[in-house]
């Protein structure tokens, strides 16, 4: 069976004059054997309400849109099967597929942006 290897970037963009946000990726690698469910873990750190987006870009091609949180129902479903859940509490919005596929392999970012300031990202990237 194949599997797939994530490793991990965290970025973290600070606009002059205003409070720093922060996205991580606690992991540096994940393998996932195919067809097993896949977690990709995003954690944010902001001072108002996040808006949260992932998005991943595909070997040779542009970035792609998956899914985005403003607000609503915690449960956000996406494109390709993906679906991610905001949880407040635990500052997290990890994004999920109940069954991974080779191609999936790609470089998954997770961004937040707080309604009151600029914003942030990072970085996952499946191999």
């Not at 599997?3 to 963009?13: G, H, N, V």
């Not at 896949?38 to 996040?50: A, D, E, I, M, R």
């Not at 494109?79 to 790609?106: C, I, M, R, W």
């Not at 961004?111 to 009151?116: F, P």
Request: aromatic residues 10%; contains cysteine.
């Amino acid at each position: 069976m194949a599997s797939a290897r994530i490793s991990t970037l965290a970025m973290l963009f600070t606009l002059s004059g205003l409070r720093a946000q922060l996205v991580t990726q606690p992991e540096d690698q994940v393998t996932v054997a195919e067809g097993n469910p896949l977690t990709v873990k995003c954690t944010y750190s902001v001072s108002g309400n996040p808006y949260l987006f992932w998005c991943v870009q595909c070997p040779n091609q542009g970035l792609q849109f998956l899914l985005k949180y403003i607000t609503g129902d915690n449960l956000v479903k996406g494109s390709y099967g993906f679906e991610a859940e905001f949880n407040k509490s635990q500052t997290s919005f990890h994004l999920k597929k109940p069954s991974a596929l080779v191609s999936d392999s790609a470089l998954y970012f997770c961004a937040v942006r707080d309604t009151l300031i600029g914003a942030a990202g990072g970085a996952e990237h499946k191999l």
